[in-house]
Protein backbone atom coordinates (compact mmCIF):
# COMPACT_ATOMS: atom_id res chain seq x y z
CA UNK A 1 0.00 0.00 0.00
CA UNK A 2 1.64 3.70 -0.44
CA UNK A 3 2.71 5.54 1.67
CA UNK A 4 -0.29 8.36 1.48
CA UNK A 5 -3.18 5.80 1.29
CA UNK A 6 -1.51 4.60 4.96
CA UNK A 7 -1.16 7.38 6.63
CA UNK A 8 -4.79 8.27 5.38
CA UNK A 9 -6.32 5.42 6.95
CA UNK A 10 -4.25 5.53 10.46
CA UNK A 11 -5.97 9.41 10.39
CA UNK A 12 -9.24 8.19 9.93
CA UNK A 13 -8.57 5.62 12.41
CA UNK A 14 -7.17 7.80 14.77
CA UNK A 15 -10.51 10.81 14.22
CA UNK A 16 -12.76 7.69 14.65
CA UNK A 17 -11.30 7.09 18.38
CA UNK A 18 -11.14 10.21 18.94
CA UNK A 19 -15.07 11.51 18.20
CA UNK A 20 -15.58 8.08 20.34
CA UNK A 21 -13.92 9.62 23.06
CA UNK A 22 -15.31 12.91 22.77
CA UNK A 23 -19.26 11.60 22.91
CA UNK A 24 -18.64 9.26 25.80
CA UNK A 25 -16.96 12.68 27.42
CA UNK A 26 -19.48 14.53 26.81
CA UNK A 27 -22.30 12.13 28.37
CA UNK A 28 -23.97 11.86 24.75
CA UNK A 29 -23.82 7.95 24.65
CA UNK A 30 -26.83 8.31 27.23
CA UNK A 31 -29.02 9.81 24.36
CA UNK A 32 -28.36 7.23 21.64
CA UNK A 33 -26.84 4.50 23.09
CA UNK A 34 -26.63 2.05 21.18
CA UNK A 35 -26.18 3.88 18.17
CA UNK A 36 -22.86 5.57 18.89
CA UNK A 37 -20.89 2.60 19.29
CA UNK A 38 -22.09 1.07 15.72
CA UNK A 39 -21.68 3.42 14.08
CA UNK A 40 -17.73 3.60 15.27
CA UNK A 41 -17.92 0.21 14.72
CA UNK A 42 -18.92 0.11 11.25
CA UNK A 43 -16.69 2.75 10.50
CA UNK A 44 -13.73 0.87 11.61
CA UNK A 45 -15.05 -1.68 9.52
CA UNK A 46 -14.88 0.21 6.45
CA UNK A 47 -11.76 1.68 7.13
CA UNK A 48 -9.71 -2.00 7.43
CA UNK A 49 -11.92 -2.68 4.64
CA UNK A 50 -10.78 0.21 2.24
CA UNK A 51 -7.58 -0.33 3.56
CA UNK A 52 -7.62 -4.54 2.23
CA UNK A 53 -9.03 -3.59 -0.58
CA UNK A 54 -5.88 -1.26 -1.78
CA UNK A 55 -3.45 -3.61 -1.06
CA UNK A 56 -5.23 -6.06 -3.36
CA UNK A 57 -5.52 -3.73 -5.80
CA UNK A 58 -1.79 -2.73 -5.68
CA UNK A 59 -0.23 -6.20 -6.11
CA UNK A 60 -2.94 -6.57 -9.39
CA UNK A 61 -1.35 -3.47 -10.59
CA UNK A 62 2.24 -4.40 -10.00
CA UNK A 63 1.45 -7.93 -11.60
CA UNK A 64 0.47 -6.45 -14.47
CA UNK A 65 3.68 -3.60 -14.58
CA UNK A 66 5.35 -6.92 -14.53
CA UNK A 67 3.99 -8.13 -17.34
CA UNK A 68 6.90 -8.63 -20.75
CA UNK A 69 6.27 -8.96 -23.87
CA UNK A 70 8.85 -10.91 -25.99
CA UNK A 71 9.43 -10.09 -29.67
CA UNK A 72 12.41 -11.24 -32.29
CA UNK A 73 15.30 -8.70 -31.19
CA UNK A 74 12.70 -6.74 -29.10
CA UNK A 75 10.80 -6.55 -25.81
CA UNK A 76 8.03 -4.13 -24.09
CA UNK A 77 7.18 -3.52 -20.60
CA UNK A 78 4.13 -0.70 -20.24
CA UNK A 79 6.28 0.81 -18.16
CA UNK A 80 9.75 0.36 -19.51
CA UNK A 81 8.32 1.09 -23.60
CA UNK A 82 9.80 -0.90 -26.15
CA UNK A 83 13.15 -2.39 -25.72
CA UNK A 84 15.67 -3.24 -28.84
CA UNK A 85 17.56 -6.27 -28.14
CA UNK A 86 20.76 -6.69 -29.96
CA UNK A 87 21.66 -9.93 -32.11
CA UNK A 88 22.28 -12.92 -29.77
CA UNK A 89 21.60 -10.93 -26.65
CA UNK A 90 20.54 -12.90 -23.56
CA UNK A 91 16.57 -12.50 -23.88
CA UNK A 92 16.20 -13.45 -20.14
CA UNK A 93 19.06 -11.50 -18.89
CA UNK A 94 17.29 -8.49 -20.72
CA UNK A 95 13.71 -9.26 -18.92
CA UNK A 96 15.42 -9.51 -15.97
CA UNK A 97 17.53 -6.11 -16.47
CA UNK A 98 13.61 -4.72 -16.91
CA UNK A 99 11.59 -6.09 -14.06
CA UNK A 100 14.85 -4.94 -11.75
CA UNK A 101 14.42 -1.56 -12.78
CA UNK A 102 10.77 -1.09 -12.01
CA UNK A 103 9.26 1.51 -9.78
CA UNK A 104 5.99 0.62 -10.17
CA UNK A 105 5.13 4.51 -10.37
CA UNK A 106 1.51 5.77 -11.69
CA UNK A 107 3.28 6.78 -15.02
CA UNK A 108 2.66 5.08 -18.55
CA UNK A 109 0.57 1.65 -16.82
CA UNK A 110 -1.65 1.08 -18.97
CA UNK A 111 -1.38 -1.45 -21.67
CA UNK A 112 -3.50 -1.59 -24.74
CA UNK A 113 -6.08 -4.44 -24.77
CA UNK A 114 -4.28 -5.86 -28.42
CA UNK A 115 -0.20 -5.10 -27.68
CA UNK A 116 0.65 -8.42 -27.44
CA UNK A 117 -1.11 -8.81 -31.15
CA UNK A 118 0.60 -6.38 -32.71
CA UNK A 119 4.34 -6.00 -33.76
CA UNK A 120 4.69 -9.92 -34.06
CA UNK A 121 5.43 -10.80 -30.20
CA UNK A 122 6.00 -14.30 -29.65
CA UNK A 123 5.36 -14.71 -25.99
CA UNK A 124 3.90 -12.59 -23.17
CA UNK A 125 5.55 -13.07 -19.88
CA UNK A 126 4.31 -12.75 -16.73
CA UNK A 127 5.73 -12.64 -13.43
CA UNK A 128 4.16 -13.23 -10.01
CA UNK A 129 6.70 -13.26 -7.80
CA UNK A 130 10.29 -11.26 -8.76
CA UNK A 131 13.04 -10.13 -6.23
CA UNK A 132 14.76 -11.35 -3.59
CA UNK A 133 16.36 -14.29 -5.99
CA UNK A 134 13.48 -15.51 -6.52
CA UNK A 135 11.52 -15.33 -9.95
CA UNK A 136 7.56 -17.15 -10.78
CA UNK A 137 5.59 -16.49 -13.22
CA UNK A 138 3.86 -17.91 -16.67
CA UNK A 139 4.95 -17.53 -20.06
CA UNK A 140 2.07 -17.12 -22.86
CA UNK A 141 2.99 -18.24 -26.35
CA UNK A 142 0.97 -16.13 -28.45
CA UNK A 143 0.53 -17.95 -31.60
CA UNK A 144 -1.17 -20.88 -29.45
CA UNK A 145 -2.30 -19.41 -26.08
CA UNK A 146 -0.74 -21.95 -24.28
CA UNK A 147 0.77 -21.20 -20.98
CA UNK A 148 3.65 -22.40 -19.57
CA UNK A 149 4.46 -21.98 -15.38
CA UNK A 150 8.22 -21.16 -14.70
CA UNK A 151 10.04 -21.31 -11.29
CA UNK A 152 13.16 -19.91 -12.19
CA UNK A 153 15.28 -17.94 -14.28
CA UNK A 154 16.97 -20.91 -16.10
CA UNK A 155 13.53 -22.03 -16.69
CA UNK A 156 12.34 -19.21 -18.19
CA UNK A 157 15.08 -19.32 -20.61
CA UNK A 158 14.44 -22.49 -21.96
CA UNK A 159 11.29 -21.31 -22.55
CA UNK A 160 12.09 -17.73 -24.51
CA UNK A 161 15.56 -18.96 -25.77
Avoid at 27 to 49: F, K, T
Avoid at 84 to 103: F, Q, R
Wanted: charged share 20%.
Amino acid sequence: MKKTNTIIAAVLAVISVVLLVVWYALGLNHVDEPLDLVLSVVWWVVIVGGAILLVRLERVRRARVRTVYVADGRIYNSEAGTVTLPAGADVTGAVSAVLGALTYDFANVGEGSDASKRGGYKYVVRSLEYGDGAWEGEVAVVATGNVVPFSSRDELARIIG
